[in-house]
C-alpha cells in the first residue's frame, strides 16, 4: 500500500475494477430484473464495466431487462465512473473533514490530471458544481418537455430525465428506449440538451475551466485548452457535413426528415457519436460511407480529463502538428507559438500506438471467435468498446461468450487509459545518470 500511494496513479485501474466488481455482484441479484431472475455473471459484468466505463453498449434489452432497482445502479455506477473514482472518494473526504491532506490530493491529481495540487479543494468543488449543475439543468428542460409534449406522467418525466442526463453527460450511452433516441430525433427541446450536455462532459475539466476563465484571450490558453478545443470544434463540424451529405437521401435515417430534421438529427448524433453513445438515428441502418467517418470520430474520442474516451482530441492534433513539422524539416514542434515538449510528443505516440494496437487485435480476436461477421462490423464493435462510445451495430448481443469478455476488457482499458494502465503496472520510473551515443537508424 506504502508503495501504491507513492505512486498515485497505479490507484486508478484498481478503484475502477473494484467499483465494477460490486456493481457485477448487485446486478447478478434477482431483485435487479425485471423477470426477478439471477443474471448470468457474463451479462452482469459486462453490464457493470459498460457503466462504470461510461460506454452505454449493452448485451441485454436495457429498458425490459432491468427493473427501477437495476436502472438506478447503473445510473449510479455512470455517474461514479464520469466523476471517476478517486476525484468521488474526494469529495466525500472533502464533505465530511472539511479539508484535504496531501495524500489525497495526490489521489485527485492522478484522476484530474491537474499539474499542481495547491488548489485542489477549490477545484474539487468547481468539478462537482460542474457535473450536477449541468445535469439538473438538462433535467429541468427535458423533463418539462417529456410531461408537455409526450404527456408523461411527472414521475416518469423526471426518472426519464435524470437517467438520459447523467448518460449524456457522463458520455454513457445507456437508454430507457429500445430503439434508442430515434424517437426525440426532430425534437431539439430533447436532442440538444443532450448533445451539449455530452460535449461539455466531454471536453473535459480543465480544458472546459481553462476556455470559461479565459473567454476573451484564446490567445492565452494552453496548448492543451487549445488543442482540445479548437480540435473539438473542427471534428464536430466536419463530421456533421460528411454524415449529412451521406444520410441526406437514406431513406432508413433521415432521408424521410424535412431539412431541419435532417440538420438537427446529424447533429445530434454526430454530438454523441464521440463518445455519448445514444442513438437518434438507426446506426445500423447508416449507408456504408458512413462508418468509417464515426469509427475515425470515435477512436479519436474527446478531451484529457474527461468523461469520453478514445485516444482524445489533443493527442490526435497534437501527432498532426508532431508531422507537419517533420515535413518540413523543423527542429521542434509548435503550437499557438509555444514548443511542444519531447516528452508529451512521446506520450501522444505511445498512447496511439497501443489503441491502434488494441482495436486491431480486438477486431481479429472477435473475427476468429464469431462466425459469419462482417469486418467493418468487428472494427466498429471494438473501436466503441475501447473508446468508450456504446454505439452498436448489434454485433454485442450476438457475440459468444468469449467475444464478450474482449469487448469487456476494452471497455475497461480504455477508461482507465493505455498510458495509465501502463504506469500503474511499471514498477519505478527511473532517471538514468548516463546516455548511450546516439545513432541514426534508417526509417522508411
Not at 441479484?29 to 457503466?51: C, D, E, K, N
Not at 491502434?356 to 459469419?372: F, K, M, Q, S
Amino acid at each position: 500500500m506504502r508503495r501504491l500511494l507513492r505512486h498515485p496513479v497505479r490507484l486508478v485501474p484498481f478503484g475502477f475494477l473494484t467499483v465494477i466488481l460490486v456493481g457485477t455482484v448487485v446486478l447478478m441479484l434477482p431483485w435487479a430484473t425485471s423477470a426477478q431472475r439471477y443474471t448470468p455473471f457474463v451479462t452482469a459484468l459486462f453490464t457493470a464495466t459498460s457503466a462504470v466505463s461510461v460506454t452505454g453498449m449493452s448485451v441485454t434489452d436495457t429498458p425490459n431487462y432491468w427493473n427501477s432497482f437495476g436502472l438506478t445502479m447503473i445510473t449510479l455506477m455512470t455517474q461514479i465512473g464520469g466523476l471517476g473514482i478517486l476525484t468521488g472518494a474526494a469529495l466525500v473526504i472533502l464533505a465530511v473533514a472539511r479539508q484535504l491532506g496531501l495524500r489525497n490530493r495526490l489521489l485527485v491529481q492522478a484522476e484530474t490530471a491537474e499539474i499542481g495540487i495547491g488548489d485542489v479543494r477549490r477545484l474539487l468543488v468547481r468539478i462537482a458544481g460542474t457535473v450536477f449543475v449541468t445535469e439538473a439543468v438538462m433535467t429541468v428542460v427535458i423533463s418539462g418537455r417529456l410531461a408537455l409534449a409526450y404527456d408523461y406522467p411527472a414521475r416518469r418525466a423526471l426518472g426519464t430525465a435524470v437517467f438520459h442526463s447523467v448518460e449524456a453527460f457522463n458520455n454513457g450511452g445507456f437508454t430507457l428506449y429500445t430503439d434508442g433516441l430515434v424517437a426525440f430525433a426532430q425534437d431539439p427541446w430533447v436532442a440538444l440538451p443532450l448533445a451539449a450536455g455530452a460535449i461539455i462532459g466531454g471536453l473535459g475539466f480543465p480544458a472546459l475551466f481553462e476556455a470559461v476563465r479565459e473567454w476573451r484571450r484564446p490567445a492565452t490558453w494552453t496548448i492543451a485548452t487549445k488543442l482540445t478545443i479548437w480540435g473539438s470544434l473542427v471534428l464536430i463540424v466536419a463530421a456533421f457535413g460528411y454524415l449529412l451529405m451521406a444520410e441526406w437521401t437514406n431513406p432508413y435515417t433521415i432521408g424521410t426528415y424535412d431539412t431541419p430534421g435532417k440538420v438537427l438529427a446529424s447533429f445530434t448524433q454526430v454530438a454523441l457519436s464521440r463518445t455519448g453513445g445514444f442513438d437518434v438515428i438507426n446506426v445500423d441502418r447508416l449507408s456504408e460511407e458512413s462508418y468509417p467517418m464515426l469509427i475515425v470520430l470515435m477512436f479519436i474520442g474527446g478531451g484529457s480529463a474527461s468523461t469520453a474516451g478514445g485516444i482524445k482530441v489533443s493527442t490526435f492534433f497534437l501527432l498532426g502538428f508532431v508531422i507537419w513539422a517533420e515535413l518540413r524539416g523543423e527542429p521542434d514542434v509548435t503550437v499557438g507559438g509555444r514548443r511542444v515538449a519531447t516528452a508529451s510528443q512521446r506520450q501522444a505516440l505511445t498512447v496511439a500506438l497501443l489503441s491502434v494496437a488494441l482495436v486491431v487485435g480486438g477486431a481479429v480476436a472477435l473475427i476468429l471467435l464469431t462466425e459469419h461477421v462482417r469486418n467493418f462490423a468487428a472494427v466498429f464493435e471494438v473501436t466503441s468498446a475501447f473508446s468508450t462510445t456504446g454505439l452498436s451495430v448489434g454485433l454485442a448481443q450476438r457475440l459468444p461468450e468469449p467475444g464478450q469478455y474482449v469487448l469487456i476488457a476494452l471497455m475497461y482499458i480504455g477508461r482507465v487509459g493505455p498510458l495509465t494502465l501502463g504506469s500503474a503496472i511499471a514498477l519505478n520510473t527511473r532517471r538514468r545518470l548516463y546516455r548511450y551515443p546516439e545513432e541514426q537508424p534508417i526509417v522508411g
